[in-house]
């Protein structure tokens, strides 16, 4: 096999090996849904944390991170979702031993019923 050939193949390799590893320290994520019960902002646009009743009863309260799809579910959002009873599902991970969420969506097929237009 010629020089090039085999560089070129080691180059592959190695590649192949660095993205094996980069998804493997990946956080891994959960989904939880349940109906918001509780809201924590600082302003009427920037929430800090939330809390949902899941379908056995339990609560389970989440930090807000840097979601995913911030512009389609705004985080304030949240406040109607508690005035609905639509559920919402959370995509979270673990952060520093904090559940911080990273997507939000309403927890039934289609549009939201009650985000803003601008929202959906």
């Given amino acids: 096999?010629?020089?090039?050939?085999?560089?070129l193949v080691l180059v592959a390799v190695v590649g192949l090996g660095a993205i094996v590893v980069a998804i493997a320290r990946a956080p891994a994520t959960s989904t939880a849904t349940g109906v918001v019960v509780a809201v924590d902002?600082?302003?009427?646009?920037?929430v800090t944390a939330f809390t949902i009743r899941?379908?056995?009863?339990?609560?389970?309260?989440?930090?807000?991170?840097?979601?995913?799809?911030?512009i389609e579910f705004p985080p304030g959002h949240l406040?109607?979702?508690?005035?609905?009873?639509?559920?919402v599902v959370v995509t979270y991970r673990d952060v520093d031993?904090?559940?911080?969420?990273?997507r939000l969506s309403d927890a039934v097929a289609g549009p939201s019923p009650t985000a803003s237009?601008?929202?959906t």
């Fill in 1 to 7: 096999m010629p020089l090039a050939r085999r560089l």
């Fill in 41 to 46: 902002s600082v302003s009427l646009t920037k």
């Fill in 54 to 70: 899941e379908a056995d009863g339990g609560t389970r309260r989440f930090a807000v991170g840097a979601l995913e799809n911030g």
């Fill in 79 to 87: 406040v109607e979702h508690i005035a609905s009873g639509v559920p």
């Fill in 97 to 102: 031993g904090v559940a911080t969420a990273i």
């Fill in 117 to 119: 237009p601008a929202a």
